[in-house]
């Protein structure tokens, strides 16, 4: 009976990796989590489905054109494209159940259908660590957020990578004392200067009616240099009369200062006039992340604050700070990098037994319990093929010890260790052999 | 600005946890996840989507009536249904990248539109666990199975579990020489036996047209009672001709005494000659496994040997066997059964520093960034409200510890430790309180 094949593939934009590389990616997704988790966050996990009116409460051009949507039965129902909207239907949803200030993260994929090109993906994980506060929520945990971005990147084993922290509150108040009511398309230009530079900046500001000198005022705020202290000093001798812009310094300042305090080296964060952000979302202190030896990634952890979660779905005030890392992105330029670890395991095993005939397969089992019990992940190749195919499955999955048990090994109740690596062979008792390995995987660990 | 409140609710059939239970549900996740890696399999993470002809190669009704199908531009997709349906299109695609026999299990989430009850679920994790071979794979990894099932509960905590065990091909032999040709309606009448008792059974085989002495015998041969050696006995006994028979049970009884050999305590397996299961999917080994205390929740992990994993999408034979485990219908079902542990934490943090002034937050902060780096997960409360409500939020989460740092603690460079449980309250050197903290959290634990 011939059956029609169909041809084995994933959508693109759909990333997938092989067992080496979803090893690696798991270690760093445990990564981040154990941080979160160091700092005294909950984990929460909500549906990726939901109704669509929950979803699109907020509404919105991008969104509503790259959700994937569809019915089933009655319902309209979407994949959720954030973690954001989930939390604040969670927190909405659950509101007498949590306790504030509430600490949750949330590691979970993500669906936007944008265009499909290299890098970019339809479905990715993003892990959001988020503080969410009952009516109020101090300025100082948007220092601890700071904190956490920092250890987190430490402990993924980064070293040179800048925090660029900002207040949108510095932003609305300096552009307020320039008569520019709509900001939004004034920081959307900004927000670019990076990409278009001076010139296509100031083009951009002509463009939506502002005069030459309002533009250079402009970039010349955002253009303020020096160390934080110095970037708060020329700020406040801007000598602005706005109250928000006031708030905003000293908020800014506030954060800088804790973050110190929290143990965040001054190499690792610095204020950045520039950055925006998520332009009609965050109302105080912004983030973005950047490994300084490879800017070109763009941001690798980005969020800020936020003065009402849900208003969506609740008349609850819940003011909020927090960040996200999209993990899919990060592994996968770090992958084109070539940042990522090259000896990085194929597999968990550290042990495979090869019985040499299978009269020997209950004699091999005995052995890997043993192994196991002894906390050395092993497996038992049972195949009727060749001893050498088993030595290149070994080879192949880089297994650093091989166990024969054949005929004479069951004669003198011994077990053949051989070491992948340097290829020597030796005929143990099971108790020496596996205090050999447990003693040599300690030690290259 | 008043807005429309959408009403905050997940869709019906999508269980979303509080983050105790997540806590706990993730803990669960974790030793399934763990005993899978220390018996060598590597994970795999497959996209949600795939293509609709992908996941619909095999077609069937239930599943094309429950499977979550929508279009985006031109693509018709749907979200998976299983986890085995997106293996076999792995193993298809990354054949020549993959080191056979391949050893992956897959944790994640499945959607199957079903209708909407009490414990049955639309989104739901799957733990599954699997074998692949490349052109044949030896039996004994059926018993390396029964073995995986066994570490898995016993590391859950669960002792009273067992593993029913039986052979497809000793059903279908058997069928055959009853001349009982198309036997899946047949063995999906006997599936029944549990839920309808014998009368059903004999009822639902005499409307397929089997006389009464013929309904007999396969009630007889279903029945088969004693210990594995006794049934195996029993069923050698019948003397029948069929070779697919005398396979069956040759297979059976090597699973049965290799998972002696693997140390499964034969308490926790034992022949079940009434188990079918996944009816024109599996072709050898079939398991069940049932909480002896809880036999109405129904099977907790099931599988079986199957000889064509991917025909759909590749012309390479690759059989296979694995089980999976039905996470969180079992979460909800021990949760209803009052199964899971009550003194789950509701949180990670061991230590609530407070501080009991805006101006001690400095010195606060030192005091946590010392705890964590001592490994003790550790919050700051920053908010600016009473004493009492940031107790009772230590309280509400059940932290063991609180720090206060206050006017008289600063002065003396020392911290106050207060242990929740027993209300003492001790001036401590920060050293002291670490020593303290470390060692009873030790003890706990």
Known sequence: MSKDIVKPATLPGFLELLPQDQILFNEIK????????????????????????????????????????????DTDMALRFDLTVPLARYVAQHFSELNFPFRR?????????????????????????????NGRLSVIYDAEIVSIIYST?????????????????ILNGFFGSLNIEDTTEVLRAVDKLEKIGEKGVISELSKLGLSNDTSHEILKFVKIKGTNEEKLAS?????????????????LEKVTEYAEAFGVPPANYSIDLTIARGLDYYTGTVYETFLDDYPEIGSVCSGGRYENLAEYYTTQKLPGVGVSIGLTRLFYQLKEAGLLKEDSPITFTKVLVIPMEEKFNLNAIKVANTLRANGIVSEIHF????????????????IPYVIFIGEEETENNKVSLKDMKSGVQKLLELEEAVKIIQEQLAQNS
């Open 235 to 251: 700020l406040k001798a801007l000598n602005l009369t706005s109250a928000m812009f006031k708030e905003g310094i000293e908020e």
């Open 30 to 73: 445990d990564v981040i989590r154990k941080t979160y988790e160091n700092y005294g966050f909950v984990p929460i996990e909500t549906p990726l489905i939901e109704r669509s009116e929950i979803l699109l409460a907020k509404g919105g051009g991008e969104t509503e054109k790259q959700i994937y949507r569809f019915t089933k039965g």
């Open 153 to 169: 990147f430490k402990n993924l084993g980064f070293g040179n990578f800048t925090i660029r922290i900002n207040n949108r509150k």
């Open 383 to 398: 195949e009727d093929v060749k001893i050498s195919k088993k030595l290149s499955y070994a080879n192949n999955l880089k």
């Open 105 to 133: 993260y949330h590691i979970g994929k993500v669906y936007r259908g944008e265009k499909s090109q290299r890098g970019r993906f339809r479905e990715f994980y993003q892990c959001d660590v988020d503080i969410i506060g």
